[in-house]
């Protein structure tokens, strides 16, 4: 195992590269016209710019192999650029966006895992009986709605017209608490934050701004890890080991729980990996549409205002995450299921 570990991190970089290589490749289509934007503050300042001059000290005119290699030169002395949309480093941009889009994944993934997981069992348990109907009719139904449309029907319930939970991470009042010097900061997560500086009016502000997301996320990916539980646990019910379990006497409650639980939560491992790393790229537009200050709402905003430095920094990241939490999940796949050998 720990040889595979090894050549899955030595492959690391040849994926990051990729990646870049494929940004840098779409980048390159804008031209040095378009990519000039975003060194302008506003539309109204480009009368009064030096548009060619802000090319040549920029180098946007270079040949996309040369821009690209500088930046990789960047990269290994730790500068991933400047971001004009964010006002400061693209590390710092994603350092101070990344803990909020954490927490929001963090609080959603709970709920899927565990409610999705408890009604996928239930419905396959009790197969073409009502309780599987409905589950069914609801989980299609939530899967199939756009994450924007579902959002702003929460936003526009909750906040709209119950005035329960508001957009943004937290009010104007709660916010100025947190910036100033009595409250510590230890991992950027508000709720989090909060409890441990003893503030639960805080806490409770946080957390009521939270929600919207949080329901919007956790719902559509709910329905997803709902029905692959309840497909995975049908086949495992149809096995000879599970029929021959209900031959010998054995109860249906231990059947399921010793017999066709565990075995059915193999392939759902690796399908939990998937929908941890859909729901933070699914936060793009869920944060847009809360105005959750998170890494979504960072990147929507720089590719809007064709900020590609942090286009690109956010794009290294998210793909790091990814290949980390695939290398994770095969190792968890090889301890839960001992017929799987990593080679």
Same mark, same amino acid.
């Given at each position: 195992?720990?040889?595979?570990?090894?050549?899955?991190?030595?492959?690391?970089? !040849?994926?990051?590269?990729?990646?870049?290589?494929?940004?840098?490749?779409?980048?390159?289509?804008? /031209? &040095?016209?378009? $990519?000039?934007?975003?060194?302008?503050?506003?539309?109204?300042?480009?009368?009064?710019? =030096?548009?060619?001059?802000?090319?040549?000290?920029?180098?946007?005119? =270079?040949?996309?192999?040369?821009?690209?290699?500088?930046?990789?030169?960047?990269?290994?002395?730790?500068?991933?650029?400047?971001?004009?949309?964010?006002?400061?480093? %693209?590390?710092?941009?994603?350092?101070?966006?990344? &803990?909020?889009?954490?927490?929001?994944?963090?609080?959603?993934?709970?709920?899927?895992?565990?409610?999705?997981?408890?009604?996928?069992?239930?419905?396959?348990?009790?197969?073409?009986?009502?309780? =599987?109907?409905?589950?069914?009719?609801?989980?299609?139904?939530?899967?199939?709605?756009? +994450?924007? !449309?579902?959002?702003?029907?929460?936003?526009?319930?909750?906040? /709209?017209?119950? /005035?329960?939970? &508001?957009?943004?991470?937290?009010?104007?009042?709660?916010?100025?608490?947190?910036?100033?010097?009595?409250?510590?900061? @230890?991992?950027?997560?508000?709720?989090?934050?909060?409890?441990?500086?003893?503030? @639960? =009016?805080?806490?409770?502000?946080?957390?009521?701004?939270?929600?919207?997301?949080? @329901?919007?996320?956790?719902?559509?990916?709910?329905?997803?890890?709902?029905?692959?539980?309840?497909?995975?646990?049908?086949?495992?019910?149809?096995? +000879?080991?599970?029929?021959?379990?209900?031959?010998?006497?054995?109860?249906?409650?231990?059947?399921?729980?010793?017999?066709?639980?565990?075995?059915? $939560?193999?392939?759902?491992?690796?399908?939990?990996?998937?929908?941890?790393?859909?729901?933070?790229?699914?936060?793009?537009?869920?944060?847009?549409?809360?105005?959750?200050?998170?890494?979504?709402?960072?990147?929507?905003?720089?590719?809007?205002?064709?900020?590609?430095?942090?286009? %690109?920094?956010?794009?290294?990241?998210?793909?790091?995450?990814?290949?980390?939490?695939?290398?994770?999940?095969?190792?968890?796949?090889?301890?839960? +299921?001992?017929?799987?050998?990593?080679?």
């Amino acid at each position: 195992m720990l040889s595979y570990i090894v050549r899955r991190l030595m492959f690391l970089p !040849v994926v990051l590269i990729g990646i870049t290589i494929l940004i840098f490749a779409l980048i390159s289509t804008l /031209g &040095p016209w378009t $990519l000039v934007a975003t060194f302008i503050p506003s539309p109204d300042a480009e009368r009064h710019v =030096d548009l060619e001059g802000i090319i040549r000290k920029y180098h946007l005119d =270079d040949p996309p192999l040369k821009m690209y290699m500088r930046w990789v030169n960047n990269l290994f002395h730790g500068n991933l650029g400047w971001s004009q949309s964010s006002h400061m480093t %693209v590390a710092e941009a994603i350092g101070n966006r990344f &803990p909020a889009t954490l927490e929001l994944t963090l609080f959603a993934v709970i709920p899927v895992i565990i409610g999705g997981i408890a009604l996928g069992v239930i419905s396959a348990v009790h197969h073409n009986k009502p309780i =599987d109907h409905t589950t069914r009719i609801i989980s299609i139904g939530l899967w199939s709605l756009p +994450d924007f !449309v579902l959002g702003l029907a929460v936003l526009m319930v909750g906040y /709209g017209i119950l /005035g329960w939970f &508001p957009p943004g991470r937290l009010s104007s009042w709660a916010e100025l608490e947190v910036l100033s010097d009595s409250f510590r900061s @230890f991992t950027g997560m508000y709720t989090l934050d909060s409890l441990l500086n003893l503030r @639960f =009016d805080i806490f409770w502000n946080a957390l009521r701004h939270i929600i919207g997301p949080v @329901f919007t996320l956790a719902c559509l990916w709910w329905a997803f890890m709902l029905r692959i539980t309840r497909s995975s646990m049908l086949d495992v019910l149809n096995q +000879d080991y599970v029929r021959t379990a209900r031959a010998k006497g054995l109860a249906e409650k231990n059947v399921i729980k010793r017999h066709a639980l565990g075995n059915a $939560l193999i392939p759902v491992t690796t399908v939990a990996s998937n929908m941890l790393l859909g729901l933070l790229g699914g936060v793009m537009i869920v944060e847009t549409v809360f105005n959750y200050p998170g890494l979504g709402l960072l990147t929507s905003t720089a590719a809007t205002r064709l900020d590609v430095p942090c286009v %690109v920094g956010v794009a290294l990241f998210y793909a790091i995450i990814l290949v980390l939490v695939n290398l994770v999940v095969d190792i968890l796949y090889s301890v839960i +299921d001992p017929r799987v050998r990593l080679e």
